[in-house]
């Protein structure tokens, strides 16, 4: 499929987790969704295991289930609450982030395509050491994933609060003991296409030379 006209540069700083913006009514082909996981398969693993396993949903069943799963999480997260912020603008943008949000929780089950990304890991009791070697063989495929996505039109957000829940999706899905899931990604189409940079904090701030 043609991809937008895009550098690489403005590829990787105008991929945004799309909520408000996916087009729930517009059906995603299965050999888009395809043409994604075969770039998403170039990413780096650890020792080149490429354990990862991609679980695709598209029947509305299936959706609603995860969904449901999804919005009970989120209905504990959200009341909990949220850190508050004194700078106004970073508050701003937190509030617009909540309300992209509950949007995401209500419409989840319209999401024409949920893709979950999970890894190997050789035991259903896996050890808990090498957490940074286990997911890293497992999220930059996921984040190439919605780069891809985002080249050919469609957006996608990062989300984990269903994993509250991981055992009953796996149970629901068939998902074997000794695979863990990682992420959840909502793929749609994007109302419109013209994603900007985000507002991040100055480099400075988190940069550190030769030590701390």
């Not at 170039?42 to 449901?68: K, M, Y």
């Not at 989120?74 to 509030?95: K, V």
Request: negative net charge.
């Amino acid at each position: 499929m043609a991809t937008l006209d895009l550098t690489a540069d403005e590829l990787l700083t105008t991929t945004r987790t799309v909520r408000k913006r996916l087009d729930l009514t517009r059906p995603v082909p299965m050999e888009l969704i395809r043409e994604c996981l075969e770039i998403a398969l170039q990413a780096p693993s650890g020792s080149n295991r490429q354990g990862w396993h991609w679980i695709v949903l598209t029947d509305p069943a299936t959706r609603a289930a995860v969904a449901e799963l999804y919005a009970k999480s989120f209905g504990a997260y959200r009341d909990a609450g949220r850190a508050t912020w004194d700078d106004a603008t970073r508050e701003a943008t937190q509030q617009r982030v909540q309300s992209s949000a509950d949007f995401l929780a209500e419409h989840m089950a319209e999401v024409p395509v949920l893709v979950i990304g999970a890894i190997e890991t050789g035991s259903a009791d896996f050890s808990p050491g090498n957490q940074a070697g286990l997911w890293g063989s497992l999220l930059p495929a996921a984040w190439s994933l919605q780069l891809a996505l985002r080249a050919r039109g469609l957006g996608s957000a990062w989300t984990t609060l269903h994993l509250s829940y991981e055992r009953e999706v796996a149970e629901l899905l068939g998902i074997p003991a000794t695979v863990k899931q990682g992420v959840l990604l909502p793929v749609a189409y994007t109302k419109g296409t013209d994603f900007k940079p985000a507002r991040r904090q100055p480099l400075d701030e988190v940069l550190h030379v030769d030590g701390w």
